[in-house]
């Protein structure tokens, strides 16, 4: 009877003790982490999530729980204890045992362009006999960009050769008003700002002088993210940003500088965006990143209203992209008003093959249809 007394307070206080020792001493050594396999991504790429958890401690932990949250457009391949509402929410289970580390690599598939953050995570211990729950929030950040996917299809080669065959062109036809390549002699269509009265004087005819030409400075690509239908065509916004990623890589290939204005803001500073003009890889780089921080679920700016100083600024040596599956009226005004500066432009609009797109003078405005259905199939 004593014995079993005994036995029975020893236990008791053997069950005291650990959920003291472990209430003090469960989370000091205790380190752990969440780091994406790399910074940036492309939207379908197959990616990693590390969970690194270490017990730098004589005192084993015979279960730990990792739980913590994330967009659910990264899709992940094993399950595990999970839900997915309007995000995806992982529990994992560890027993670590004295001086550990464990680490866990978790494939997802990168579902859709984004800025995607896992603020933090917590960590849930147990004590020996499971009988209580300790929790402690670790708050480091971990951060992925993926870009978007550049937009492939046979409307949209045939878009950029033609492009490109103007683009090409417009470097070389640039006379550059500073720098002469010679005299030769007046023509009658040449203007009379033109003639050089000095050699005019010392040849006795009139002469003019020859102008160099300058290089095409950059193309401006306006992306326009308004969507004020009924319907919202989510997947037409979508494939604008990924054929301005395509066109942009594209121009920058060839040494053309780039810049690009979109009226979608920004997840982080709220702002639309306006990149200048720049070239190289470095460019294509924060453009990429620019395009995955764009906010589709807040309402764009209007156009007009977001880059009308832009648009009055167009200079002989810069050529204009708009890219726009938006086609109302007020679009196409704008557009129309827009063509009478006798500027170069070209406006892309990718449709479905059922859809009207209520353009009125498609020649005027420099309207350029693309097949969507053929490049979201791709």
């Known amino acids: 009877m004593f014995l079993i007394l005994w036995i029975g307070l020893g236990a008791a206080a053997f069950y005291f003790l650990q959920a003291r020792v472990y209430g003090r001493f469960w989370k000091r050594g205790l380190t752990a982490r969440l780091f994406f396999s790399a910074g940036s991504a492309v939207e379908g ?6 969970e690194q958890v270490e017990n730098r401690k004589a005192l084993p932990l015979p279960m730990l729980k990792v739980k913590f949250q994330v967009s659910r457009k990264l899709r992940f391949e094993e399950k595990g204890d999970s839900a997915v509402t309007d995000q995806y929410y992982r529990n994992d289970i560890l ?11 978790i494939p997802f598939q990168c579902a859709a362009r984004g800025y995607y953050r896992i603020d933090g995570l917590d960590l849930v211990a147990s004590d020996l006999f499971l009988s ?14 993926v870009y978007p996917r550049p937009a492939q299809g046979v409307s949209l080669e045939a878009a950029i050769r033609k492009l490109n065959g103007e ?3 417009k470097r070389h036809l640039l006379e550059d008003p500073f720098e002469y390549r010679g005299l030769r002699e007046y023509a009658p269509f040449d203007e009379p700002r033109s003639v050089n009265w000095k050699a005019t004087a010392r040849t006795g005819d009139l002469m003019v002088n020859l102008k160099g030409y300058t290089a095409l400075r950059a193309v401006r690509i306006f992306l326009n993210l308004e ?11 979508e494939l604008c940003i990924r054929i301005a990623a395509r066109i942009a890589r594209e121009l920058l290939n060839q040494g053309i500088r780039i810049a690009v204005f979109c009226n979608a803001v920004d997840v982080l500073t709220g702002e639309v965006l306006r990149l200048a003009p720049g070239a190289g890889e470095g460019h294509m780089e924060q453009l990429n990143r620019a395009f995955a921080r764009m906010n589709l679920d807040v309402p764009a700016l209007p156009f007009e209203e977001a880059f009308g100083g832009e648009l009055e600024a167009e200079g002989r040596d810069t050529a204009t992209l708009f890219l726009s599956a ?6 196409q005004g704008l557009i129309e008003r827009f063509s009478r500066s ?5 406006w892309m609009c990718p449709l479905f093959p059922r859809m009207e797109s209520g353009v009125s003078q498609p ?5 350029v249809r693309l097949n969507a259905e053929e490049m979201l199939n791709e």
């Open 167 to 169: 683009v090409l062109a």
């Open 45 to 50: 790429e197959r990616c990693f999530l590390s």
């Open 326 to 331: 938006h086609a109302d009226e007020e679009f």
């Open 227 to 237: 969507d004020r239908g009924i319907w919202k065509r989510q997947e037409l916004l």
């Open 342 to 346: 006798g500027t170069d432009f070209t």
């Open 132 to 145: 209580r729950e300790m929790i402690e929030r670790i708050g480091e950040e971990s951060i992925l960009y």
């Open 95 to 105: 027993s670590l045992g004295p001086n550990q580390r464990v680490t866990r690599r």
């Open 363 to 367: 020649e005027r405005l420099h309207f």
